[in-house]
């Protein structure tokens, strides 16, 4: 099992940065690949972006590529999501979840921590 807390959210102006983190405690971060997920009033959680147990492999939503990217620090059992050039429309709760065997876009990741608030102001 592992347990995973979020932090780094808040007010960004619109084309402006934001950089979240997800801290992971419990069993071996590497056996987990990782994804980010958001959730904006009203709507569906929605994939944001994914990477591989060791970092090697990438993978993001179209609204979102080329703007955000998504690192891990398996030393710092710790993955971040690095938010560049946000818009209003990115403006949303923001989850990271672990599995030790999905990787992909659905939410079907196993562990998800609680979410933190992004909001981007234009």
């Known amino acids: 099992q592992v347990q995973l807390v979020e932090s780094g959210g808040g007010l960004v102006q619109a084309g402006g940065s934001l950089r979240l983190s997800c801290a992971a405690s419990?069993?071996?971060?590497?056996?987990?690949?990782m994804g980010w997920f958001r959730q904006a009033p009203g709507k569906e959680r929605e994939f944001v972006a994914a990477i591989s147990k060791r970092g090697s492999s990438t993978y993001y939503a179209d609204s979102v590529k080329g703007r955000f990217t998504i690192s891990r620090d398996n030393a710092k059992n710790t993955v971040y999501l690095q938010m560049n050039s946000p818009d209003p429309e990115d403006t949303a709760v923001y989850y990271c979840?672990?599995?030790?065997?999905?990787?992909?876009?659905?939410?079907?990741?196993?562990?998800w921590g609680q979410g933190t608030q992004v909001t981007v102001s234009s």
């Open positions: 419990g069993r071996t971060f590497s056996l987990y690949t």
């Open positions: 979840a672990a599995d030790q065997l999905y990787w992909g876009t659905n939410a079907e990741y196993k562990y």
